[in-house]
């Protein structure tokens, strides 16, 4: 029996595109429609029809009807979509909508055919459907942030209590941004030295995610590896600036910043240098006043770049605060409006508890930045007479002298 002749007709070639176009559009989950501004005709195909559950007899969906299809939060993408589309440029957007009870991501390539003038006389465009898509991409968004955030926890515990070092306490508090995929590079240290001195630092990678996430375990653990040879905070710097300078040559863009202090309880002195880093905030006296910062480039940036240090005092009574910078830059303010109210934060938690200061300032310092991580490290030099307790009043004294 011999196979069919396909019936060689216009009309049956018409009949057989129209399937193949329908096969692929189902295919594809994406179905074409045009408006006709002119004689306001709106055409939509088959598949748009079924992306949006509705029955074709009932016609494309009204502009109210679309409106309350559309979901509220995607409202500022919409208007940016309309004014790109009124500056005659293509318009590609993906939005929400609910539709059966449920969401769905649609994507939306559109343009127009315009009069001499720029006025659009005909819209056209498609439609697809990008639920599963996106579905995937935000649950390999959330497996990525969940490695990336145990990660994070594994090389940088946070403390709860404070942490008593040789003549000092420092009390560490680590805000990350509220945006749930912004994991980043933010660290501290707080140790002390061989030599009876204490080394404390904080520093930031850019960027966020596991990459960042990776270099700032590689720079922390370094730093504390380096101070088996030296605790100076310039030379220190030094060396971690050729590490990041190393890490940046197997992979692009790699840069840091960071700030690292030594506090010499004998001498009640603080000596410390910076790499492209906001610079510490000293209260002393009941006042607070940002230190100033000796040079000293980002890490990663120059190679073989010297950073010379600076002295301060650091008494009994004051007050020291390391910090990266998503404590003080926020989108729409500038860097000094940030400054300054952190600086009255620290003067407010002095005041109200100069006893206790670091549990009121960390406990003050709680609002997270959206847009970046945050690490705060705050400590001050501890009386002559709490340097060395009796065995007795060593528990009494940790949870009353914070």
Known sequence: MSAPVPDPSPAAARVRVEERLAGMEELGKLGWGEWDLVSGEIYWSPQIYRIYERDPALGPLSQQEAEEAAVPDDQPLRLAALEAFRRAERVDLISRVRIGGRVKHLRTVADAVRDAGGRPLRVYGIVQDVTDQQTRAERLAAAEHDLTARLQRIILPIPEEPIELPGLKAAVRYLPATEETMVGGDWYHAA?????????????????????????????????????ITSDPGALLGHLNQLTCELGAQTPEVAATAVIARYDPARHELVWAQAGHPPPLLNSGGRTRPLIRPPGPMLGVVDGAVYPEAVTGFLPGDVLLLYTDGLVEHRGQSLDTGTDAVMATVDEAVRASPARPLAELVARLRRA??????????????????????PDRITELAKSDV
């Open 192 to 228: 002390a030295v061989r030599d009876g001195s204490v080394l404390l630092a904080v520093g930031d990678v850019a960027g966020h995610g596991t990459p960042a996430a990776t270099t700032m375990a590689q720079l922390r653990h370094a730093l504390r590896a380096l101070t088996v």
């Open 369 to 390: 930045n959206p847009d970046d991580d945050t690490c705060v490290l705050a400590a001050r030099p501890l009386p002559r007479r709490a340097r060395r307790p009796c």
